[in-house]
């Protein structure tokens, strides 16, 4: 999974629910039943179509659903939760495509593997389909469901978490309504989350420690916060109380206070181009160690800033990194007009593009994707990070 993909993630599990899909869901009538540890293979009949599995875990613990096909493949965890109204939908828990770390067979850069903690006595829905492919329309796809460890009793001692990341004031959100229809600030703490670290204890000595991830040894990290209740403002001024962010990991919870700083701060904005011109998306753009910004689709960062002048490392998936100073020196600093140029061929990370580069694009990419690497490739190869210096910014 990229950075890209898990920054996403998380900031979609902040709540614990993904998304809720309201549609019906015909296919999951024809569900095949799931047991652990033996591959089940189902029959996709088009492009959009996806093989649906379910499975009620006996015993809570972390499972793992795994693919076992050629083409790449994507997986999908779901249960159905009953509403206020009465109704049941369908809510999203997980998503999963494309593992680097998975190496249950061959294919291991194509393959998903969706390791999620399920609770004992839930009825999970599981689907499966091909990723993002025009021409794999239908045919069979392989699966199976593991167990990677069982629950034995409470066996976290505690959690911690702590970030490097800040807020600023009225810059970090937007203004919303409480639920008597005051107006107040609510602040978006996914730059926060993007910077978390959170270390589980647990309780036979083991210690487990991830950053700006969504799960931690398979158990999904919730956020919780009550802005609308009690506003957030900025540490400095004499409205500040505490800007609690409670982040949990079963039943353990420990709480974060948001630091939000105030004054003198600019908008900041600009493009991350590859070096065929088009927009990468996903790129960070890290200063002091902080991200402060992922850039959209279209390759667009934007991030807020004291006047001076910024160093910033500028990173992506499959790049040579690169660092480039930014001025910051007015209320506005748009800065599109001179792109970053960033070099996004590094699929075997040497530091060179080479026809090892070329060999994992060729391999791994297909379709209109697999096309506009290998023109970029043509752009770039033999670059190296000393090349940058001839780039524009």
């Not at 629910?17 to 652990?36: N, Q, R, T």
């Not at 976290?156 to 970090?172: F, G, K, N, P, Q």
Request: a negative charge.
């Amino acid at each position: 999974m990229t950075r890209m993909k898990k920054i996403l993630s998380l900031l979609l599990c902040a709540v614990v629910i993904l998304s809720v899909w309201a549609c019906a869901f015909s296919a999951f009538g024809k569900a095949i039943e799931l047991d652990l540890d033996i591959k089940i293979t189902s029959v996709i009949d088009g492009a959009d179509d996806l093989a649906w599995f379910t499975y009620t875990p006996s015993k809570s613990g972390v499972y793992s659903f795994l693919s076992y096909n050629i083409p790449a493949s994507e997986a999908y965890l779901f249960t159905r939760e009953k509403q206020s109204d009465g109704s049941k939908l369908y809510v999203q828990h997980d998503y999963a495509t494309n593992d680097p770390n998975y190496t249950e067979n061959e294919h291991n850069s194509r393959q998903f593997c969706l390791t999620h903690y399920l609770e004992e006595g839930v009825k999970y829905y599981f689907a499966a389909g091909w990723y993002a492919s025009d021409t794999r329309t239908s045919g069979n796809i392989t699966v199976m469901l593991r167990c990677d460890r069982y629950d034995e009793g409470n066996e976290i001692d505690h959690i911690e978490a702590t970030t490097t990341a800040y807020l600023t004031a009225y810059s970090d959100g937007s203004f919303m309504s409480d639920k008597n229809g005051n107006a107040y600030f609510h602040y978006n703490y996914s730059k926060i989350m993007t910077n978390m670290t959170v270390t589980v204890y647990y309780l036979d000595g083991r210690v487990s420690s991830v950053t700006g991830e969504s799960k931690i040894d398979g158990y999904p990290i919730v956020y919780k916060e009550t802005q609308s209740v009690n506003h957030w403002y900025a540490n400095d001024t004499s409205q500040y109380t505490a800007n609690t962010l409670s982040v949990s990991v079963l039943t353990s919870t420990c709480d974060v206070d948001v630091e939000i700083r105030s004054g003198g701060i600019y908008a900041v904005s600009g493009v991350i181009n590859n070096l065929s011109g088009e927009g990468v998306s996903g790129a960070s753009v890290i200063i002091n160690g902080v991200t402060v910004s992922k850039t959209d689709e279209n390759g667009r960062y934007y991030f807020t800033s004291t006047p001076g002048v910024k160093t910033a490392l500028v990173t992506a998936d499959n790049s040579i990194s690169r660092e480039v100073t930014i001025s910051v020196s007015s209320n506005t600093n748009d800065l599109s007009e001179k792109p970053i140029e960033l070099c996004t061929c590094d699929y075997v990370p040497d530091g060179i593009i080479n026809a090892k580069d070329f060999a994992v694009i060729n391999k791994t990419l297909s379709g209109e994707e697999r096309d506009r690497q290998k023109a970029q490739y043509s752009k770039a190869i033999n670059f190296t990070k000393s090349d940058y210096t001839n780039l524009s910014i």
